[in-house]
């Protein structure tokens, strides 16, 4: 098990080893969660090779969206 210590700017490092362990790198995203106990989860969202693809699907929308209609929804939110 590997130990780390909050800074006074409540930063923390993750230790090489498990960085290596899981290949996690700079600029990741990963999500902090508390459990009831108070223990602290430190979860990476899984990485993507392409987002777009993700984002907006394969293929192409057939439905046409209207400026006006992004505008109104727009002033909605």
């Given at each position: ?9 409540f ?40 987002p ?26």
């Amino acid at each position: 098990m590997s130990r780390t210590k909050v800074t006074s700017k409540f930063q923390l490092t993750i230790p090489k080893d498990i960085r290596e362990q899981v290949d996690l790198r700079p600029g990741e995203v990963v999500e902090v969660q508390v459990d009831d106990e108070g223990v602290i989860i430190i979860k990476r969202f899984r990485r993507v090779k392409d987002p777009l693809n993700v984002l907006i699907g394969r293929t192409a929308s057939t439905r046409h969206v209207g400026i006006e209609e992004l505008e109104e929804k727009a002033e909605t939110r």
